[in-house]
């Protein structure tokens, strides 16, 4: 099974029995260590910058295990997988996989009003542009010297993820609103998921990327559907590159916290869900709807 389609990482798993074989792109600075909840065998394997390493389980029970995997950086990548019946698996996709490949297919387009409350409340026409501005500055400057738009795309998700920071004490006052618009973001670098994909759409759509919003819900924890797990409101993106749906998630991939008395609590980011496979993406991520916010549109309208 493919788990990312990003050239960067390819990172597959193969099952046999209660063996189960990762493979793909080494991380940044090599592999530190894999571990596992069950105490597996694990034997790693790095040949120049592709690794592959053998999990081997010593015990048919029942249930859910997490492989994480540790590069030299400071970054973790956690994978959930399943025994059943005496074999490794990954869990059931529980039907998610589909449901959101249709929502790919009939996004709803946002009225401008609606857009141009996204990047400053109360819609003043002037902040608006000031904002719009500064967005396509920061989007030229993260995209210099990259021509290929799915390029662009990744140094984007990377940059909001490396440098965006979870707002838990915004997330505590029940999300004011304000903190989901680009200013805030801009601002304050730190939001709720909504923020993140926000402000990932918006840099995307400077660079004339075609981008959608995603509103629906997570798998807290590292827990996936088939476990029935509590889940959480959440949004995320997907972009369309030469005709090809590309899942992502900056606020995902960040390690970025914004704690309570203003610290921040600076992680090491992931690239585990860009360009992640929409079956991988179905373990933790339930869309309900997608929505098109023609944000530089709103430089034209009267």
């Known amino acids: 099974m493919v788990m990312s389609f990003d050239p960067q990482d390819g990172r597959t798993f193969k099952f046999s029995g209660l063996t189960a074989t990762m493979s793909g792109k080494s991380p940044a600075g090599g592999i530190k260590r894999i571990t596992d909840d069950r105490n597996a065998d694990i034997v790693i394997t790095e040949n120049g910058d592709e690794f592959t390493a053998v ?34 698996c990954l869990p059931d996709r529980v039907g998610v996989a589909e449901k959101n490949a249709e929502l790919t297919e009939n996004p709803i387009e946002q009225p401008l009003e609606q857009v141009s409350e996204y990047v400053v409340i109360g819609s003043d026409k002037e ?6 501005l500064e967005v396509k500055i920061l989007s030229d400057s993260i995209c210099k010297d990259i021509s290929e738009d799915y390029d662009k795309l990744r140094a984007i998700e990377n ?5 965006i920071y979870y707002d838990y004490p915004a997330f505590d006052r029940g999300v004011p609103e304000e903190t989901l618009t680009l200013a805030y973001v801009l601002k304050n670098k730190s939001s709720v998921c909504g923020g993140f994909s926000n402000i990932t759409a918006a840099l995307a759509a400077a660079q004339g990327i075609e981008i959608y919003n995603v509103h629906g819900t997570g ?8 476990e029935k797990p509590s889940e959480a409101v959440h949004e995320w993106n997907f972009a369309v590159i030469g005709g090809r749906v590309i899942w992502l998630d900056a606020d995902f991939d960040s390690r970025n916290y914004l704690r309570s008395g203003g610290y921040r609590e600076s992680g090491v980011p992931v690239t585990k869900f860009f360009d992640i496979n ?8 339930r869309g309900q709807y997608a929505e098109h916010r023609d944000y530089f549109a709103l430089l034209a309208a009267e």
Do not use: M, P
Request: hydrophobic share 40%.
């Open 55 to 88: 999990i081997t389980y010593n015990s048919a029970e029942d249930g859910f295990t997490t492989v994480r995997v540790y590069d030299n950086k400071g970054s973790r990548v956690n994978y959930r997988l399943k025994i059943s019946g005496g074999e490794v």
């Open 127 to 132: 902040a608006v542009e000031q904002t719009l």
């Open 159 to 163: 940059w909001v993820a490396a440098n």
């Open 219 to 226: 798998a807290e924890g590292v827990f996936c559907f088939e």
């Open 278 to 285: 929409g079956e991988i993406l179905a373990l933790t991520h």
